[in-house]
T-cell receptor, first 113, second 113 residues
Framework: DVKVTQSSRYLVKRTGEKVFLECVQD?????MFWYRQDPGLGLRLIYF?????MKEKGDIPEGYSVSREKKERFSLILESASTNQTSMYLC?????WGTGELFFGEGSRLTVL | GQQLNQSPQSMFIQEGEDVSMNCTSS?????WLWYKQDPGEGPVLLIA?????ELTSNGRLTAQFGITRKDSFLNISASIPSDVGIYFC?????????????FGKGTLLTVNP
């Protein structure tokens, strides 16, 4: 069964802390994505990666960075967490030039106090 | 970035009723996709559409790719309680960023048994 696994379902952090959200996929997909989901705003793309060590900014990259050292792992980093980064974070993967289907993880709900 | 207008934002219906939701865009897409997000889970692909005018069914679900390539609708017939969730449309414009999807803001569906 194909799977995208996000390391933490729930996190609570303090303002200014450095936060790592980890995502691992077992489908050998080239493309990986980080989305943020907020009520009334839908899914907004933060960063994506189409290959190891490659990354591109999405629509809302400010305050975030990413790391892709291995094909199966894509990390989202909040260098200095702020309260407006309280949100649900969704990781996804896909094949290039495929059907457009994204495979999502279950999400990581981050609360920044 | 590109914007998708998805409506309605939410729906409260009785079990057995039919449901219709739609998405419009200011620009064209080559692919339209519909995802469903169950409570506490990541979105899962329901239907993908690849040609203008295409009408596709998946059980009680029917979706169409608008002839102008700027819109799509999703119908659910004879709703049941497990249809509850958030439905997202997504558009993809194949090309340089073939792997990027633009998502609508979602339709929250509640089904009263």
């Amino acid at each position: 069964d194909v799977k995208v696994t996000q390391s933490s379902r729930y996190l609570v952090k303090r303002t200014g802390e450095k936060v790592f959200l980890e995502c691992v996929q077992d489908m050998d997909h080239e493309n990986m994505f980080w989305y943020r989901q907020d009520p009334g705003l839908g899914l907004r793309l933060i960063y994506f990666s189409y290959d190891v060590k490659m990354k591109e900014k999405g629509d809302i990259p400010e305050g975030y960075s990413v790391s892709r050292e291995k094909k199966e792992r894509f990390s989202l980093i909040l260098e200095s967490a702020s309260t407006n980064q309280t949100s649900m974070y969704l990781c996804a993967s896909s094949i290039p030039w495929g059907t457009g289907e994204l495979f999502f993880g279950e999400g990581s709900r981050l609360t920044v106090l | 970035g590109q914007q998708l207008n998805q409506s309605p934002q939410s729906m409260f219906i009785q079990e057995g009723e039919d449901v219709s939701m739609n998405c419009t865009s200011s620009s064209i897409f080559n692919t339209w996709l519909w995802y469903k997000q169950d409570p506490g889970e990541g979105p899962v692909l329901l239907i993908a559409l690849y040609k203008a005018g295409e009408l596709t069914s998946n059980g009680r679900l029917t979706a169409q790719f608008g002839i102008t390539r700027k819109d799509s609708f999703l119908n659910i017939s004879a709703s049941i309680p497990s249809d509850v969730g958030i439905y997202f449309c997504a558009g993809q414009l194949r090309g340089g960023s073939n792997y990027k999807l633009t998502f609508g803001k979602g339709t929250l569906l509640t089904v009263n048994p």
